[in-house]
């Protein structure tokens, strides 16, 4: 998982988004019973939302919380069952493949002792500050409570996920050195060609976690016997090219 910067929505879309909002307000105490409905039936509400979230959405339009899989639909962070007036909030809504969508998350929205929400929101926050990476293993493990509902919520540390780190690793480390061959001849076009291929990878949350535990005080440690490479992710060119950041 990683750090989405959400866009501003086109005018004429978040006209339409708050007239549904208004519509559902005016139900009052019912308006639960009526949202699913109304969403539903809003086709091109929807299929504006889609198109805003894949523009958004890492990779080749990437779920936003697994970021394997394709994200297919319009998820609702906070479920509509439980914040009807949030069905139409573009702040409400991410990128979800089916899997987390429906076989992971559905339904569930864990909240702590004050309810607030103990699942990440990637647009809201960076996950880095509730999740750490071991790009050894390629599992998460969490730094705070919000990491750990995460975690257990959206499943990823599921096996397909663990062993698509892994692979991650090696392939950007790869292009990552060939990105270094053609900067030492001034190869800008292949250079450009390896920024591409990392970006459009699955699981851009291993070379975001390489590119921020590069200036760690751990970083000789996790990158031992890869000086080489620890050199490359510390570039000033190429971090400004790759590193997503919330700030």
């Known amino acids: 998982m990683i750090y989405i910067r959400r866009i501003p929505l086109p005018g004429p879309l978040a006209q339409q988004l708050a007239a549904l909002t208004a519509i559902l307000e005016g139900h ?3 308006a639960r019973q009526h949202a699913r409905t109304l969403w539903n039936r809003s086709r091109e509400p929807r299929r504006g939302l889609k198109a805003a979230l894949n523009l958004m959405a890492p990779g080749y339009q990437r779920c936003m919380y697994c970021g ?9 962070f906070e479920p509509i069952a439980r914040n009807p007036l949030r069905t139409f909030d573009w702040l409400n809504h991410l990128l979800a493949c089916s899997f987390c969508n429906s076989n992971q998350k559905g ?3 864990p909240v702590d002792e004050a309810g607030r929400p103990l699942l990440i929101d990637p647009s809201l926050e960076d996950p880095f500050d509730h999740l ?3 790009l050894a293993v390629g599992e998460y493990r969490a730094r705070t409570p919000k990491g750990t509902a995460t975690i257990d919520v959206l499943g990823l540390n599921r096996a397909v996920l663990v062993s698509g780190r892994l692979q991650a690793r090696y392939v950007v480390g790869q292009a990552l050195r060939v990105w270094r ?3 030492k001849v001034g190869d800008g076009r292949e250079q450009a060609r390896q920024i591409a291929t990392i970006r459009m990878q699955p699981l851009a949350d291993v070379h975001q976690a390489m590119l921020h535990y590069a200036v760690t005080d751990a970083a000789q440690h996790l990158f031992a016997g890869e000086a080489d490479l620890l050199d490359i992710l510390r570039d000033p060119e190429l971090r400004s090219s790759l590193l997503r950041s919330s700030l």
């Open 107 to 109: 339904s569930r929205f």
């Open 28 to 30: 009052g105490a019912h």
């Open 181 to 183: 061959s053609g900067q």
């Open 68 to 76: 394997d899989s394709e994200g297919t639909s319009v998820d609702h």
């Open 132 to 134: 750490a990476l071991s």
